[in-house]
């Protein structure tokens, strides 16, 4: 065997691939060897299995089949050849490690389900009785039917069934046909209570596992999003339990932790950026997640600032391997959205009686960018992870503001407080009276908060406020002019009237409580081409002298030589007013000074680089 190397090459694209094992003849398996030149030999079949066998532990049929677009994605290299050597005998089967994922969410998360249909008011205009919608929000034809429990012949325990009929109280049936849904709806139906404490009940979730999304471009291709549905409840802790079931099992802290969490609020159907502001926009956003490995926070649709997070995540997506088995998304991008709100939610539940989520069977999500009014609305493809919020309701987006708020305070909070003390910043692109609430939630949280001005509604309300905090009158014109601007046919209906001030008054008080923290506010003139990343940097070290120690100044100082910005360190850390001790002041110098010598290298190299 002499020059034989002792690197096995992994081809993809071979049949005899041995993750996907092999024939019950003998395989040809192709080694390097020393002289440069190939060689073949022959395993036996024993061989082969015991290969077989330490490689299946390790590697999964997604990593082989992603291993197949390897061209395709950046940074991303053919199975590594740990692979198919000796395996751990202490690692965890891929079964195993999928059972403790199943059994964690079972035992600890949970869905609503409405299973009582009232036909809410004011539905004279439907055409067919399936299109009815319940109190809830759900058209009757997509409702899930009443469960029970009955016992069966097959098995001794008793099992989930669904009838349609138990749906439907009695004093409803006779107005509403079941087996002919594509009639013509009744004008009136008896006056019939429905309270959501009674209608809707919990369940064990139903809807996790794994979307491949289809219909559109996906980066990465076969590299399938996380996703879980749960209910936000305090008691257990939704929040904790989510961030404890991405850290155990979704394995988002690995390789890296990151060091920034960037949270996307705005505008939705129908805001978009154009030209130059899109590139200011992407770009600053690429370039803040690249240098401090963060992750981007939005809803998770197909649609509006959120589409444009993704299409930025698209752009600067890759993937690397690490500890030999495991690959990961260099940009991780969650989305939170309510689920009654996700279109084609259907396909992302689990409708056997084991449930077991959706893993080996992973959920084909059909995505587009046909966006419907007053419909739900298609995922985005680029996003990695999704948290799906529901509170019973269907068709409607709401539910989710105060899970996501407890979701980012958890995560910046200090480890010593239970968190996992990871810097937050909220950017507000555009956006309806939700974006200003959530401006609003972020500073009394204490997460900075950085405005993109020239963008409209809810960000240039703000601005405007934040510069000018006395002309309140203004303010007011400028909430009624984006939010409640009265139709022609409501001018001269007083309720209408008084229903619009109470929303305005609603709004500047929102308003004023925001302005009220200017010290956590950043303003970002999108249309002035101004580098978003430094803006993000810029609030991050922001803070008056003698609020922060020595210690937390030297952490931002290095975070500024990490972006690139000594400027930066020297405008808003290396005040005059900031005193510092001798030993802390002679290490800054000497980072300083190995910063600018770096620099002048980098510089150096260019220039020979271009004069040759």
């Known amino acids: 065997m002499a020059g034989i190397g002792n690197r096995l090459k992994i081809h993809p694209s071979d049949k005899n691939l041995l993750a996907f094992g092999g024939h019950d003849v003998s395989t040809q398996l192709q080694f390097d060897t020393g002289g440069g030149t190939n060689s ?25 089949r992603f291993s197949n677009t390897r ?29 403790e994922h199943i059994t964690f969410i079972k035992q600890n998360f949970r869905q609503l389900e409405c299973q009582r249909f009232v036909p809410a008011p004011n539905q004279q205009k439907i055409e067919e009785t399936g299109a009815l919608k319940c109190h809830c929000g759900e058209v009757i034809k997509n409702h899930i039917p009443y469960e029970f429990h009955e016992s069966t012949q097959q098995r ?26 594509g009639s013509k709806p009744s004008e009136k139906f008896p006056p019939l209570e429905w309270k959501a404490d009674q209608a809707i009940k919990v369940k064990t979730t139903t809807s996790f596992g794994k979307i491949k999304f289809t219909g559109m471009e996906q980066v990465g291709g076969m590299k399938p999003a996380k996703y879980l549905r749960l209910t936000d409840e305090e008691n257990p802790d939704s929040v904790s339990l989510a961030i404890q079931l991405m850290k155990d099992h979704w394995r988002i802290m690995e390789p890296n932790t990151p060091s920034l969490i960037i949270s996307v609020v705005g505008g939705a159907k129908n805001f978009k950026l154009n030209g130059k502001m899109r590139e200011t926009f992407q770009s600053g956003l690429i370039k803040a997640s690249q ?16 589409k444009e997070v993704g299409l930025a ?22 989305g939170i959205a309510p689920w009654g709100y996700v279109k084609n939610r259907n396909c992302l539940t689990d409708h056997t009686i084991t449930v077991e989520g959706k893993f080996d069977k992973i959920a084909e999500y059909l995505t587009s960018n046909v966006i419907e009014h007053a419909k739900p609305v298609p995922l985005n493809s680029d996003h990695t992870h999704f948290i799906f919020v529901d509170d019973g309701y269907r068709n409607l987006y709401r539910g989710v ?9 958890k995560l910046s909070d200090p480890k010593g407080k239970g968190g996992e003390g990871i810097t937050v910043v909220l950017i507000v692109v555009e956006g309806g009276r939700d974006a200003i609430e959530d401006a609003k939630t972020s500073l009394e949280h204490n997460i900075p908060v950085i405005l993109c001005e020239g963008t409209g509604r809810a960000a240039d309300i703000l601005v405007y406020a934040y510069t000018n905090p006395e002309r309140g009158t203004t303010i007011r014109r400028l909430i009624k002019k984006a939010y409640f601007e009265l139709k022609p046919a409501d001018k001269d209906d007083p309720k209408a009237k008084q229903k619009a001030e109470e929303g305005i008054n609603n709004v500047f008080d929102s308003v004023k409580s925001c302005i009220a ?10 249309n002035k081409h101004e580098e978003l990343d430094s803006e993000i940097l810029k609030i991050l070290l922001k803070a008056k002298a003698g609020e922060v120690t020595e210690k937390q100044r030297l952490e931002r100082l290095k975070l500024a030589l990490k972006w690139n910005r000594a400027d930066i360190a020297q405008e808003e850390i290396l005040k005059e007013d900031a005193l510092w001790s001798r030993g ?5 110098v000497k980072k300083m000074n190995e910063f600018f010598k770096k620099n002048k290298n980098q510089s150096n190299k260019r220039t020979n680089s271009s004069a040759k």
């Open 291 to 306: 240098t401090t490995n963060a992750w981007l926070i939005t809803s998770g649709f197909n649609m509006g600032v959120m």
């Open 40 to 64: 073949r030999m022959m395993i036996k079949r024993d061989e082969l299995d015991d290969k077989r066998a330490k490689t299946q532990k390790r590697l999964t049929l997604e990593d082989v």
């Open 156 to 181: 001794k325990r008793k099992v989930p069934a669904y009838r349609y009929e138990y749906l439907i109280q009695s004093d409803l049936k006779p107005f509403i046909d079941l087996n002919n849904l």
């Open 71 to 99: 061209k395709k994605v950046p940074l991303l290299e053919r199975v590594p050849q740990s692979k198919m050597m000796a395996s751990n005998e202490d690692d965890k089967s891929f079964e195993q490690l999928k059972q």
């Open 517 to 526: 923290k200017k010290d956590m506010i950043s303003i970002f003139h999108i």
């Open 313 to 334: 995540v698209r752009e600067g997506q890759s993937f690397e391997w690490y500890k030999d088995d495991r690959f990961a998304h260099g940009l991780r991008c969650i």
């Open 584 to 588: 802390l002041l002679y290490m800054i």
């Open 401 to 409: 503001a105060k899970f996501r708020a407890r979701f980012e305070k």
